[in-house]
């Protein structure tokens, strides 16, 4: 490969550290903000805090009904992320390496799902719940958020797939495997990477959506954290020391699971796959 001049890696690691920055300091300004008190916030809100108010936490979790408002949006995240990602996988694998008359069409409808604007949907979602009788249940937010994000998972499972070599499913055959056996033993393992990048991905849409998610919910047991987050908007609890720890607290999650698969993120394609 030909190497890089000097000139443009300075200017390319320059902007990556610039736009790292630009990223890394509204969260640190948040954080940091939400140990202050309300008094101290007020003085000086770029300081670094006197002292550490982990109340602000406590106040936060009680205002923001945490408690119910997290186990909703965890149940109704994860249940999306499995239903997605189970069928985007075994519809992209399909695609991926079976050939019939249909599937320039299929895969193109799938494309198009991708241009649909997705709260242009917003209406006529809310009338096909209300036939079904399905509003104000964990339903009404996981079959959306499932449809919205089975084309984009498809889309690159799809293109990750298609560039296994075909000696993968001959061993698999000459070992006696079948189409299934194939699809769970050895395509899935292989396609960690893929798969890593679209569950952050689904993750991270599903725990932070709000708008669907305040009209189709009323319930207040049933409301997901970024409705609870709204409880911050009131006059009594104008608190900005509290909203920043309410913030705090919602991005913990997505910062844990992240973490836990960021290896999947850099690991080779081919990592466990047959050579030949």
Known sequence: MKKKSP????????????????????????????????????????????????????????????????????????????????LGSMAAYFLARFSFKL??????????????????????????MQKLSLIDTYLSLILPYTAFHLSLTVFILEGFMRGFPKDLEESGVMDGAGIFRIFWSIILPITRPAMATVIILNFIYNWNEYLFALVLITSNALKTLPLGL???????????????????????????????????????MTAGAVKG
């Open 7 to 86: 000139l443009f890696q300075i200017f390319a690691y320059t902007f990556l550290i610039l736009f790292a920055i630009m990223n890394i300091v509204p969260i640190f300004w948040m954080v940091i903000n939400s140990f202050k008190s309300e008094q101290e916030y007020a003085a000086n809100p770029f300081s670094m805090p006197t002292g550490f108010e982990f109340s602000n936490y406590a106040q936060a979790w009680k205002i923001a009904n945490m408690n119910v408002y997290f186990f909703n949006s965890l149940l109704i995240t994860f249940a999306s992320l499995i239903v997605t990602v189970l």
């Open 230 to 268: 709204a409880n911050f908007v009131g006059i009594e609890t104008a608190s900005y020391t509290l909203q920043m720890s309410a913030l705090t607290i919602a991005l913990i999650p997505i910062i844990i699971f992240y973490l836990l698969l960021q290896k999947q993120l850099v690991t080779g």
């Open 103 to 128: 599937r320039g069409l299929t895969y193109s409808l799938f494309l198009l799902g991708m241009l649909v604007p997705i709260h242009a949907t917003l209406i006529p979602i809310f009338l096909i």
